[in-house]
Every structure is written in structure tokens, then in C-alpha cells.
């Protein structure tokens, strides 16, 4: 008798989501929205709200916007915005509006002109430290600013005058006229309004005066018909505030709900942390392999399949946490365990001559693409006397348990032949630089026809054929587990790995990666997860690994 599958529990969103179309409530209908604003490229955090805010909409048959948050005119680009419409294809998604706030100023400027005749909102002079001197503390009582009871007609006539640029930075404000007492901080009297006088983006010099992100987000998503607005725990003490400009103005009220950022070990996910690694020259850019930016990511290696899953398993709570690196890892490896077809690459070539065969002779042997995928078929790797093995499959002395190539020892080439050594010839110096090896050609295919065994199989590379290639070994950005929890007068930067990048050069692919292109991933049999830079030119590779392939933590927590 079969059981009948359970079914699948729903996290605490969805959950919402999903009794919310059973209720009827908003018609059944679901719209979302990722508000990011472009003032820098999106982290794996970003990834994390994406793949909710998208996928619910895909789940309930809902839409999801694309809406940016540009409402600080000095920070934000269009190079931002475009690397932010491409972050988010690049991980399989597609928008049904592309918005952004900056579409809503007049209307946003009509609702401040509501407010302020309904005596909700008032023309403030107080400067930016007096303020906070008078919202006081969270422990303690704030007071009302004297220029609080300004009459609606004064305040209309300072807030048109703001907009016509006649104050100077910073010289005046607009503010909600909320409760100075209340415990919530966002409530005491917040900025609705500061005058930047900044060129905007999309918006050019028409605006002098812009709206604070806590006044713009809910009468954006109002405007939208947003029916949950998803948004990280540290959103969870604004809501009250969000709820306060729409019940005031009597608009559609969206539903938010907060739930848990990604947090992500070996790394910082802070974009002005994130800014500062880029601005002092300590990564290479935004899309320097080791910042966990999207875009870095997708330089490194990592596929859009296995950031969703990763995404997935760490799933949605109400609760911050950690999530170990490996774990991302693991899901890496998953993926491109199935996905990416194999090859032999030598980083670290030792030359070995097969004196056994034939002078200005080759062989193609057979190579399977990808074991994990039957449909990927084959490939032909030239085999002939002169050979590149790992320099560390070698050794003079070897322990029992050292299944590598030394003297008098044989071994396996994959796809080829047992290989014998019989002598290392070094330079003056006494450095190893060649292995003379003779070879068994009744072991093709890497078995004997007397039943005998080996221990070792080795990758190789015809050294006729090979190309060279510059190989880039990516290891975490920083040393520490929480690299931002330093003690008072340490910087956090001292926490960065000197031994996040190491550069090879001289490597030696096999030919078949003479057809690679920039952003091809391969498993370099052995070495790890691979993928072409974009700093490959012809004839001039370059690979940066994107994962090892086992977990490099667990070996280092063993030591």
C-alpha cells in the first residue's frame, strides 16, 4: 500500500501568503515587490529577498516588481541600476514592472502638502545634530521642537519655498507630527524631507528637496498594490511607522512582514564595508571573485541554479543566525558535480618522459565528458612521450600510504596506462625537474591483463599539446568567522586572508579547453570547480577556481 506524501510545509511567509488567498483578503491577488536602491551591486543577501519576493509571486501565481529605492541622489548611478537588472536574470528571474521611487516624487510631494494641511507634518530648522539632540535617547523622553506648532499656511509656504531651492542643505527639514514620547524612536517626529541640492539620475536638477526612504517605501508600495511587503528584521521597529503614513493618508495599505537577513560566515554583507574593500584597492572591483556580491560570484564560478537552492535550504525564519560558508559550498559543488564537464589540468607541471614510446608519436585516448551525465559524451586527449603530471604526485621518499608516483613505483594514468618510474633526474641544485618512466601498453584502458593492481591513478597532460594557462586559487575574503566583531580600536580589515588569492601561472590544460569561453566551468579532475575570468585573451587563459572539490573547513577544523 503506498503512502500518500506529506505535504510540503510552508515557511512563515508563504504560510501568510497562502492563508491569505484561503481568506479572500486583497481578492485573492498577490503582488511583490525587491525595493533595492542602486547604490552599489547586490550582495548574496539581496539574493536571499529575491528569490522570496519572486518566487512567492511565481508560487501563488502572484507578480513581482522591480522597483528602485532612489531617493539619495548622491549615491545612486544607472551603472548600479543596470548591474541590478542583470544580477536578477542572471538568477533566473524576470520583473513585471521595472519602477522606481523616483517615478512617485509628485505624487509624494502632493501627499506631503495633505499631511502638512492636516497639521500630520511640519517645517523643521532645526539641524541635523539638534534633532537628535532632542529626540534624545531610547531611554529616554524626547521634546517637541519649537518650531513644532508652526500653522499648516506658514509650513506650506517654507515647504514650496524648499522645493523652489531657496534654503541651503541641511538648513531646514520636513517632518511627520507624531509623538515625541513614544518609545519607538521612529515615531519621535521623523524626516520626511531634506534638501539635497544633488543631480539625480533619472531625474536631472528638478528636485532639490527628496523624501526619506521611511516616507517613500509605503506610499510606494500603496501606489503599486503591493499586497505583502517582504523586508528584512531590522524593518520590524519602522512598522509602525509604515503603517502611520498610510492609515494617515487613507491609502491602500500593504501587509509587511519581516523576516531573517542572511548573514554569511567569512565575509561582510555591509555595502558601505563592501564600498570601502573596492574604494582602497584591497579586491579588484565589485566583481573581485572572493566579495560576495552576485556579480563576484557569477566571475567566480557560481551558477544561478545552486545560489536558488542555497537559498532555499537555509529557508525563511523569523530568527538571525549564521550560515556557514559550506554550506553554500556544498550547494556549489552539487550543482556543478552534475553540470560541469571534466578536464585535466596540471597546476603545478613536472615533466615526465615515457622513454618506452615512441619518439614523435601520439594516441588519442578516450576521456568521458562527465559521469554524472551520460548525455555529455566524450572527448579525445592526445597521449605521447612527453607528459606533465602534478609535481606533488611525485616523491623520492614515500610512506606506504603515499599512493603518487616515486621510484621503482607504478601507477595509473587515467584513460591511458600503467607508468613505472624508474629514475628522477635533477638540475645542479638538486631540484627534481624530470621522471623518466617507462609505460605498459597492454594496460589500456588502465587495466592489466595479469590481474595486477595499482594503488594510484594520476591525471596527466601531453606536453606536446598543452596549453598554458594562468590558474587564480580563490580562498575566503577573511580569516574570521564574524570578521565585523573586532574590539574597540581594532579595524576590521586586519581580519582580511593574505591567502584569499594565490595566482599560477604556467599551468598546462589539455587542448579540448582551447574552445573554452569566458564563464565555461569545468572539474579540473582532482583540483576542484573551475571557471574561465574575463581576462582570458587568446591563447592567454585564465581559470579561477570557484570551490575545491571537497570541504576545505572540515580539514582545517581537523588540524
Not at 533566473?92 to 502638512?116: P, T
Not at 575545491?548 to 572540515?554: E, I, N, Q, S
Request: with cysteine; net charge negative.
Amino acid at each position: 500500500m503506498s503512502e500518500t506524501p506529506k505535504e510540503e510545509k510552508l515557511d512563515f511567509v508563504r504560510q501568510i501568503v497562502a492563508d491569505d488567498i484561503a481568506n479572500g483578503k486583497n481578492e485573492g491577488q498577490v503582488q511583490t515587490r525587491f525595493p533595492p536602491e542602486p547604490n552599489g551591486y547586490l550582495h548574496i543577501g539581496h539574493a536571499k529577498s529575491i528569490c522570496l519576493n519572486f518566487g512567492i509571486a511565481k508560487q501563488f501565481g502572484g507578480k513581482c516588481n522591480l522597483r528602485f529605492d532612489d531617493t539619495n541622489p548622491e549615491k545612486e548611478d544607472t551603472e548600479f541600476v543596470e548591474a541590478i537588472e542583470e544580477d536578477v536574470r542572471w538568477l533566473g528571474f524576470e520583473w513585471d514592472k521595472k519602477l522606481f521611487a523616483s517615478d512617485y516624487f509628485d505624487q509624494l510631494y502632493d501627499w506631503a502638502v495633505q499631511l502638512i494641511k492636516e497639521g500630520k507634518a511640519y517645517v523643521c530648522d532645526l539641524t541635523f545634530e539638534e534633532v537628535r539632540e532632542y529626540r534624545a535617547g531610547w531611554n529616554k523622553e524626547g521634546k517637541d521642537s519649537p518650531y513644532r506648532d508652526r500653522t499648516p499656511e506658514e509650513n506650506l509656504d517654507l515647504f514650496e519655498r524648499m522645493k523652489n531651492g531657496e534654503f541651503k542643505d541641511g538648513e531646514k527639514s520636513l517632518r511627520a507630527k507624531i509623538d515625541n514620547s513614544s518609545p519607538n524612536m521612529n515615531l519621535r517626529d521623523p524626516a520626511m524631507y531634506r534638501i539635497r541640492h544633488a543631480h539625480h539620475h533619472r531625474t536631472g536638477d528638478k528636485w532639490c528637496i527628496y523624501p526619506t526612504y521611511d516616507y517613500t517605501h509605503g506610499q510606494s508600495d500603496s501606489l503599486e498594490g503591493i499586497t505583502h511587503s517582504l523586508c528584512t528584521l531590522e524593518f520590524e521597529n519602522h512598522r509602525p511607522l509604515y503603517d502611520w503614513y498610510i492609515e494617515a493618508l487613507g491609502i491602500h495599505h500593504p501587509q509587511q512582514i519581516e523576516f531573517a537577513r542572511l548573514n554569511l560566515s567569512h565575509t561582510v554583507m555591509s555595502k558601505r564595508k563592501l564600498l570601502e574593500l573596492v574604494q582602497s584597492g584591497l579586491v579588484s572591483g565589485w566583481d573581485d571573485p572572493r566579495m560576495p556580491t552576485i556579480v563576484g560570484m557569477r566571475r567566480r564560478g557560481f551558477t544561478p541554479e545552486a545560489l536558488r537552492n542555497f537559498c532555499d535550504r537555509i529557508g525563511i525564519t523569523k530568527f538571525n543566525g549564521l550560515t556557514e560558508l559550506p554550506m553554500l559550498e556544498l550547494c556549489i559543488r552539487d550543482h556543478l558535480n552534475r553540470t560541469a564537464n571534466r578536464a585535466m589540468v596540471v597546476l603545478d607541471p613536472l615533466k615526465v618522459v615515457i622513454t618506452n614510446y615512441p619518439e614523435g608519436k601520439s594516441e588519442m585516448r578516450q576521456a568521458i565528458n562527465n559521469p554524472e551525465d551520460e548525455s555529455a559524451g566524450t572527448r579525445e586527449m592526445p597521449f605521447g612521450r612527453e607528459l606533465f603530471i602534478e609535481r606533488k604526485d611525485f616523491m623520492e621518499e614515500a610512506s606506504k600510504k603515499y599512493f603518487g608516483l616515486t621510484v621503482g613505483k607504478e601507477v595509473r594514468f587515467k584513460n591511458a596506462f600503467f607508468v613505472k618510474c624508474n629514475d628522477a633526474i635533477k638540475d645542479d641544485d638538486g631540484n627534481i625537474v624530470e621522471l623518466h618512466c617507462t609505460y605498459d601498453p597492454e594496460t589500456s584502458g588502465g587495466k592489466a591483463p595479469d590481474g595486477r593492481k595499482v594503488k594510484g591513478t594520476l591525471h596527466w597532460v601531453s606536453a606536446e599539446h598543452a596549453i598554458d594557462a594562468e590558474v587564480r586559487l580563490y580562498d575566503v575574503l577573511f580569516t574570521q568567522e564574524k570578521p565585523e566583531n573586532v574590539e574597540e580600536g581594532e579595524d576590521w580589515k586586519d581580519n582580511l586572508n593574505p591567502e584569499s588569492l594565490k595566482v599560477l601561472t604556467g599551468c598546462k590544460l589539455e587542448p579540448s579547453l582551447a574552445e573554452a569561453k569566458v564563464g565555461d566551468r569545468f572539474q579540473f579532475e582532482r583540483m576542484g570547480y573551475f571557471c574561465m575570468d574575463k581576462d582570458s585573451q587568446p591563447g592567454k587563459p585564465v581559470f579561477n577556481r570557484t570551490v575545491t572539490l571537497k570541504d576545505g573547513f572540515a580539514k582545517k577544523k581537523k588540524k
